[in-house]
């Protein structure tokens, strides 16, 4: 029996060895996006309160599942293997874009109704 640097001992051969792959967690960006533009539909349909409630889907739940995004992505870069989506980048910046937008929409949006009051 010889002796193995790596402490592998046991005779497995390199086929043997399994690597976890991180992968990009797409469901959690594609959750953000959808939220933004679920807020900024909302602002443009909806009046009075109710305009607080789509600038909270906008705003504070969007950027939310874009932070829990950024956490779970950094969980699985940390891996051994990690594929990134050819999607991420594009994903991403929309999903960036698309919630301040919608952010800016909705406080506007509110703010016009509050000023009638």
């Given amino acids: 029996m010889?002796?193995?640097?790596?402490?592998?001992?046991?005779?497995?051969?390199?086929?043997?060895?399994?690597?976890?792959?991180?992968?990009?967690?797409?469901?959690?960006?594609v959750s953000a996006l959808v939220t933004a533009v679920l807020g900024?539909?909302?602002?443009?349909?909806?009046?009075?309160?109710?305009?607080l409630g789509a600038w909270f889907l906008a705003g504070p739940a969007s950027f939310g599942l874009i932070a829990f995004f950024v956490n779970r992505d950094t969980r699985q870069r940390l891996k051994p293997v990690y594929g990134?989506?050819?999607?991420?980048?594009?994903?991403?910046?929309?999903?960036?874009?698309?919630?301040m937008v919608a952010v800016v929409w909705c406080a506007y949006q509110l703010a016009l109704f509050v000023g009638k009051l």
């Fill in 2 to 29: 010889s002796h193995d640097p790596f402490g592998t001992d046991d005779g497995a051969t390199a086929d043997a060895v399994s690597f976890d792959v991180g992968r990009t967690p797409l469901v959690w960006i």
């Fill in 40 to 51: 900024g539909v909302l602002a443009f349909m909806a009046q009075g309160w109710v305009l």
């Fill in 84 to 99: 990134q989506s050819t999607l991420f980048p594009a994903l991403y910046w929309i999903a960036i874009g698309m919630t």
